[in-house]
């Protein structure tokens, strides 16, 4: 095993003894996380850093339409890969653009491509792939879907550095507590990748390439460059990571996916100013149904009443009271 691995399961509160749901790969590098269906049925209800709980009830409606994709509205379908979703815009018809959001860990690359064959059809690649933004999670796959689509990869220029393989993102901060997830996050890669060749600015009227109807917001905080798309027809909002819709800091609440509105996951947030602002905006925008990067996507009046609460609340509630010095 690799240093560090013993930090699994230290800072959760009641983690059930012989649970190891971590998986490292590529030497220390953590790049993808197992975790086995039979220990999340195992594990009892402990009380984490729950921000704001949802409800079942609360959960949009999705219909299971193969390859693991899960379909929540006939335009919208997404696949969790591990830890993370990635979604699919574009109805199944065959003369549609399509467009995918986001592409997982660095393993996930095949499985997108089986799930998109399957949704979409063979032969049929999407017309662009675009990025809420960089991190290790959203940009895994990134670099090998590119290549092998050829197609373009939209994403905001503050996000640009981390994509083109100038900048890495800030260390994560082991200190802002709430589990193992957190702990463990200097571990997660955080190196640019470079997929320069293949990179777009987003539209600077606020458009999203081949998603009418769509606008792009700026939702930093983050990261710098984070987006979100949002469609008022039907209210429906794709958050990235700017909120997400369970506790992504520790690992029983990401293997159990427990629905909850949660700021940005605290570990790899670089500017909670900035995260907070972008919250409020969110909110104002009164959200009906909510797909995250992080989380089973949500819908109804509750969860718009829960993204207030969040974003009137954001200090006391998803700004984590220890972190580096440097990190505020
Ligand atoms: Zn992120
Ligand atoms: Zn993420």
Same mark, same amino acid.
């Given at each position: 095993?690799?240093?560090?691995?013993?930090?699994?399961?230290?800072?959760?509160?009641?983690?059930?003894?012989?649970?190891?749901?971590?998986? $490292?790969?590529?030497? *220390?590098?953590?790049?993808?996380?197992?975790?086995?269906?039979?220990?999340?049925?195992?594990?009892?209800? $402990?009380?984490?850093?729950?921000?704001?709980?949802?409800?079942?009830?609360?959960?949009?409606?999705?219909?299971?339409?193969?390859?693991?994709?899960?379909?929540?509205?006939?335009?919208?379908?997404? +696949?969790?890969?591990?830890? !993370?979703?990635?979604?699919?815009?574009?109805?199944?018809?065959?003369?549609?653009?399509?467009?995918?959001?986001?592409?997982?860990?660095?393993? *996930?690359?095949?499985?997108?491509?089986?799930?998109?064959?399957?949704?979409?059809?063979?032969?049929?690649?999407? *017309?662009?792939?675009?990025?809420?933004?960089?991190?290790?999670?959203?940009?895994?796959?990134?670099?090998?879907?590119? +290549?092998?689509?050829?197609?373009?990869?939209?994403?905001?220029?503050?996000?640009?550095?981390?994509?083109?393989?100038?900048?890495?993102?800030?260390?994560?901060?082991?200190?802002?507590?709430?589990?193992?997830?957190?702990?463990?996050?200097?571990?997660?890669?955080? *190196?640019?990748?470079? $997929?320069?060749?293949?990179?777009?600015?987003?539209?600077?009227?606020?458009?999203?390439?081949?998603?009418?109807?769509?606008?792009?917001?700026?939702?930093?905080?983050?990261?710098?460059?984070?987006?979100?798309?949002?469609?008022?027809?039907? +209210?429906?909002?794709?958050?990235?990571?700017? $909120?997400?819709?369970?506790?992504?800091?520790? !690992?029983?609440?990401?293997?159990?996916?427990?629905?909850?509105?949660?700021?940005?996951?605290?570990?790899?947030?670089?500017?909670?100013?900035?995260? =907070?602002?972008?919250?409020?905006?969110?909110?104002?925008?009164?959200?009906?149904?909510?797909?995250?990067?992080?989380? +089973?996507?949500?819908?109804?009046?509750?969860?718009?009443?829960?993204?207030?609460?969040?974003?009137?609340?954001?200090?006391?509630?998803?700004?984590?009271?220890? =972190?580096?010095?440097?990190?505020?």
């Amino acid at each position: 095993m690799p240093p560090g691995f013993a930090l699994v399961g230290a800072g959760e509160a009641g983690a059930p003894k012989g649970v190891n749901p971590i998986d $490292i790969r590529h030497g *220390s590098r953590l790049v993808d996380i197992q975790f086995p269906a039979a220990q999340a049925t195992t594990l009892k209800e $402990i009380t984490l850093t729950i921000q704001l709980p949802l409800e079942d009830s609360d959960l949009a409606p999705a219909t299971e339409t193969g390859s693991g994709v899960l379909a929540i509205l006939p335009d919208l379908a997404y +696949r969790r890969m591990s830890i !993370v979703n990635v979604i699919f815009y574009g109805e199944p018809a065959m003369d549609k653009a399509w467009v995918l959001i986001d592409t997982g860990l660095a393993t *996930s690359g095949k499985a997108i491509i089986e799930a998109a064959e399957h949704r979409f059809g063979h032969a049929r690649p999407p *017309s662009a792939i675009l990025m809420t933004h960089g991190h290790f999670d959203h940009a895994g796959a990134l670099e090998a879907l590119a +290549r092998h689509w050829d197609v373009p990869v939209y994403a905001h220029p503050l996000e640009f550095p981390y994509l083109r393989g100038e900048n890495s993102y800030p260390p994560a901060d082991p200190l802002v507590g709430g589990g193992a997830m957190a702990l463990l996050s200097p571990l997660y890669p955080r *190196s640019p990748v470079d $997929i320069g060749q293949w990179l777009r600015a987003l539209p600077a009227d606020g458009s999203t390439p081949f998603m009418p109807g769509w606008t792009w917001l700026h939702t930093p905080g983050h990261t710098p460059g984070h987006v979100s798309f949002w469609r008022a027809s039907d +209210r429906c909002l794709i958050a990235g990571d700017a $909120i997400i819709t369970t506790g992504q800091e520790s !690992v029983y609440e990401v293997l159990t996916q427990r629905p909850e509105m949660h700021g940005p996951p605290r570990y790899m947030t670089s500017d909670w100013q900035e995260a =907070m602002d972008s919250v409020v905006e969110l909110a104002a925008l009164e959200p009906e149904t909510i797909i995250a990067g992080h989380g +089973r996507p949500m819908r109804g009046p509750n969860v718009t009443a829960r993204l207030h609460e969040l974003a009137d609340n954001f200090a006391e509630i998803a700004i984590p009271t220890t =972190m580096r010095p440097n990190n505020r």
